[in-house]
């Protein structure tokens, strides 16, 4: 079993990822460069945060025609996990794979600093050893994690029960304070209607140890591996 | 042959960008301004006359994000004839 991390010129949480992955729950990992035209030989993508080609443009606008997503779209399309997280969600609705947009956080200020996740949904390979309500604590750092979509985009979303994880309190509720960015209904993170690609602002790689501050984030990395383990037996 | 390519956030779109702006000028006196909403203008010189159809192409993928935000082509050196 192996994962790859895409690198961009301007990731930079690739290193995060991979250690996350490596040393967070030992699994084989490697980097893949945005001119490589293949994902052969990997289970699983991961598209890290950073400024993709400086966020020129928008952000992951130019990202997304790099060689390397012609690959990671047609291998999603045949269901292989992936994951984008932060740059790497903006990644993913530039190319299509999720709907929607990250647009300006609503307060115009760069965003860095721990959140709570409100789980709400563990049917994906991301969450499947998460239950529904789960609250989870990581970081976000960004200055455009908005998310928008029009509304009925947001309704689908709902109602294929999409909705990967809200920004909430504390007590799991999803209030306008805990909103970090004023996205559309506290959303963070979202997955496509096969649901193996899940895109989020808020950083699992930058919370898989306790001297990171929490270990929440692992828990997405273990639900990859024991879900291609599954893969694997069948 | 130049073609200026005008981006602008959707109206469905909050633009804080914008609202931002809107506050300095109001705080610079401006009172009847009612909104701003900031976009991008790209200017393409092109050797020779683009195919239409192509432009509208590279608008949609690449140079705006539909989903956001909408796109007019104009063609500044036509205009000022």
Known sequence: MKIAVLQFPGSNCDQDCL???????????DYLWHKDRSVLGFDAVVLPGGFSYGDYLRCGAIARFSPIMKAVVSAAKDGMPVIGICNGFQILC??????????????????CQPVWLRTE???TPFTAKLEKGRLLRMPVAHGEGSYFADSQTLEILESQDRVVFRYADELGQTTSESNPNGSFANIAGICNQERNVLGMMPHPDRAWDRRLGS????????????NLELAAVR | MKVRVVVMPKQSVLDPQGVAVRNALKDLG????????????LELEFTTVPDEQRLHEICRDLLSNPVIEDYAIRYPSVVTM
Do not use: C, M, Y
Request: aromatic residues 4%; hydrophobic residues 45%; proline residues 2%.
């Open chain 2, 30 to 41: 401006l009172q009847t301004v009612e909104s701003v909403r900031v976009g991008k203008v």
């Open chain 1, 121 to 123: 949904t563990a049917e």
């Open chain 1, 19 to 29: 250690r996350a992955l490596r040393d967070g729950v030992r699994v084989e990992a």
């Open chain 1, 215 to 226: 270990e929440d984030g692992k828990l997405l990395f273990e639900s990859l591996v024991a």
């Open chain 1, 94 to 111: 530039e190319a299509g794979l999720l709907p929607g947009a990250l647009i300006r956080n609503q307060s115009l200020h760069f965003v």
